[in-house]
T-cell receptor, first 113, second 112 residues
Framework: DGGITQSPKYLFRKEGQNVTLSCEQN?????MYWYRQDPGQGLRLIYY???????QKGDIAEGYSVSREKKESFPLTVTSAQKNPTAFYLC????????????FGSGTQLSVL | QQQVKQSPQSLIVQKGGISIINCAYE??????FPWYQQFPGKGPALLIA?????SEKKEGRFTISFNKSAKQFSLHIMDSQPGDSATYFC???????????FGQGTELSVKP
């Protein structure tokens, strides 16, 4: 099946700890995105990458880092600098043009211990 | 300028009724307006989308109405069903591959 795979489904972070959320796609899409979802606040863009070895900050990048070493993979690290990390994190890939569409993974729920 | 404002935040509709969710935007450069549907614990999925060259687009029970002069667009769900209960997000972007800006979301509950 083609799609976006996020892991783990649930993740717990201890104070001062960095954690990494995995995102893999087999859709052969160039563009990939990380969104944070909090109740009542919609989807806020953390980072995005339009091509391998390149990425840009979104609207709420502070306390997060990413890498894009392979087309298929776009991991997100939530660093200890992110003081309020509890949220639902969504990874997506995108095709543009007439049939523009974001394909989302099933998300990772991150909670603080 | 980059915001998309969505209302209402939550909506309760009886089975068979019409659900209406509204969005407004400021940036006149936006030219792509999708709606995404999200079930609990899942990622959003594209439901229907419209570009500003038409004022309405219908797919089954789902219709987008678009008012370019008012910079508003809305989702209408006809004959709403309990299976439509989900969170709905409107969004907007420009066709230059610009970032997709999402509204705050509407939690729809359809009562049997």
């Amino acid at each position: 099946d083609g799609g976006i795979t996020q892991s783990p489904k649930y993740l717990f972070r201890k104070e001062g700890q960095n954690v990494t959320l995995s995102c893999e796609q087999n859709l052969n899409h160039d563009a990939m995105y990380w969104y944070r979802q909090d109740p009542g606040q919609g989807l806020r863009l953390i980072y995005y990458s339009q091509i391998v070895n390149d990425f840009q900050k979104g609207d709420i990048a502070e306390g997060y880092s990413v890498s894009r070493e392979k087309k298929e993979s776009f991991p997100l690290t939530v660093t200890s600098a992110q003081k309020n990390p509890t949220a639902f994190y969504l990874c997506a890939s995108r095709i543009t043009g007439p049939n523009e569409k974001l394909f989302f993974g099933s998300g990772t729920q991150l909670s603080v211990l | 300028q980059q915001q998309v404002k969505q209302s209402p935040q939550s909506l309760i509709v009886q089975k068979g009724g019409i659900s209406i969710i509204n969005c407004a935007y400021e940036n006149t450069a936006f030219d792509y307006f999708p709606w995404y549907q999200q079930f609990p614990g899942k990622g959003p999925a594209l439901l229907i989308a419209i570009r500003p060259d038409v004022s309405e687009k219908k797919e089954g029970r789902f219709t987008i109405s678009f008012n370019k002069s008012a910079k508003q667009f809305s989702l209408h769900i006809m004959d709403s069903q309990p299976g439509d209960s989900a969170t709905y997000f409107c969004a907007a972007s420009n066709n230059q591959g610009g970032k997709l800006i999402f509204g705050q979301g509407t939690e729809l509950s359809v009562k049997p």
